[in-house]
């Protein structure tokens, strides 16, 4: 796994977003072959979908061949409901963009059978080929998607009861008032995140400061779901410098002093591409920082 800080929650936005364009450009998706994007909603992605939008409206990047499905959805709150995720995300980035409407997947909290509706939604991703990035966020109590403290590590789509301090958390959105925050939601697993090809978290603010060094410093465990990222093959959490309250100081100096390696090796092989040093040629880039290969792609980190 790798972690990548940065100064502020900006930072984070537009190291994520450049990393997400980079990635569908590199895997160059068809209509035959698209790029299937998994995303979250809340205020940590927020920024990356602004600055994602700036970048189509640039020219820089086109989504008619990206496929999308989202994480989770409360139910029975009104689809148009101001706070369904379904507003959220047509709201914050499907309608500035030229995604076409039937390749975005939200899961409908207010299906007649909602455990079919989740069984339906595994299918369709599996149908899709698997998504090739799942990028999340978290809650302070260290959830991805909906999967609450005690969730099976690996759990599939299905209903879930929010914690208490999620809904108090979440209640910030519905005029604090928690009686008006749904008690239940439909959400991918945490099996279903892990299954990705890649998962790439973001991780920002001083409350999410334990959950993330529970998350990285202790072992894998039910308690945060998001720790589950440590068996992933080919992950990275982007955090900011706020995030990092909770850690050891040697846990950042050592993701940092990665993070500087491989900026210099990746110095070195493009003076080696320019004919100086020539025994970094072929060695991934990803493979220098973390030792594991990655899957098949051109590129899959801009570091
Ligand atoms: N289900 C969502 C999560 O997917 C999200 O990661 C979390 C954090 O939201 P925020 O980024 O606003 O802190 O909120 C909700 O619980």
């Not at 990047?61 to 008619?64: L, M, N, V």
């Not at 009104?78 to 369904?84: A, I, L, N, T």
């Not at 706020?242 to 850690?247: I, R």
């Given at each position: 796994m790798r972690l990548y800080i940065r100064d502020n929650s900006q930072a984070v936005a537009d190291y994520v977003s450049d990393y997400v364009v980079a990635r569908i450009k590199a895997f160059n998706p068809s209509a035959e072959r698209p790029f299937v994007l998994g995303l979250p909603t809340g205020s940590s992605p927020l920024e990356v979908y602004r600055s994602l939008v700036k970048k189509y409206r640039a020219g820089d990047?086109?989504?008619?061949h990206v496929v999308t499905f989202n994480m989770d959805e409360y139910v029975?709150?009104?689809?148009?409901?101001?706070?369904?995720y379904h507003s959220f995300m047509w709201t914050n980035l499907f309608q500035h963009?030229?995604?076409?409407?039937?390749q975005v997947h939200l899961l409908d909290g207010n299906a007649d059978n909602l455990d079919e509706e989740c069984r339906r939604y595994e299918e369709k991703i599996k149908d899709m080929g698997g998504i090739e990035l799942f990028l999340g966020g978290i809650g302070?109590?260290?959830?991805?998607?909906?999967?609450?403290?005690?969730?099976?590590?690996q759990s599939r789509t299905r209903v879930k009861t929010l914690a208490y301090d999620t809904i108090l958390a979440n209640s910030r959105f519905f005029d604090n008032d928690i009686t008006k925050v749904p008690k239940l939601a439909l959400t991918v697993g945490v099996g279903t995140v892990m299954d990705a090809r890649e998962v790439v978290i973001i991780i920002t603010g001083a409350h999410k400061a334990l959950a993330l060094a529970k998350c990285i410093e202790e072992g894998v465990n039910h308690m945060w779901t998001v720790s589950a990222i440590q068996i992933h093959p080919f992950s990275m959490i982007v955090c900011d410098e706020?995030?990092?309250?909770?850690?050891h100081v040697k846990t950042v100096k050592y993701f940092k002093s990665i993070e500087m390696v491989h900026h210099q090796l990746i110095g070195q092989e493009r003076m080696s591409l320019a004919g100086g040093i020539t025994s970094l040629k072929g060695v991934d880039k990803a493979t220098l920082v973390s030792g594991t290969p990655p899957p098949a792609s051109p590129i899959k980190c801009k570091n």
């Open positions: 990047i086109s989504f008619k029975g709150l009104p689809r148009d409901h101001p706070e369904s963009i030229d995604i076409p409407p039937t302070p109590d260290g959830h991805i998607a909906f999967n609450e403290p005690g969730s099976s590590l706020d995030a990092t309250l909770e850690l």
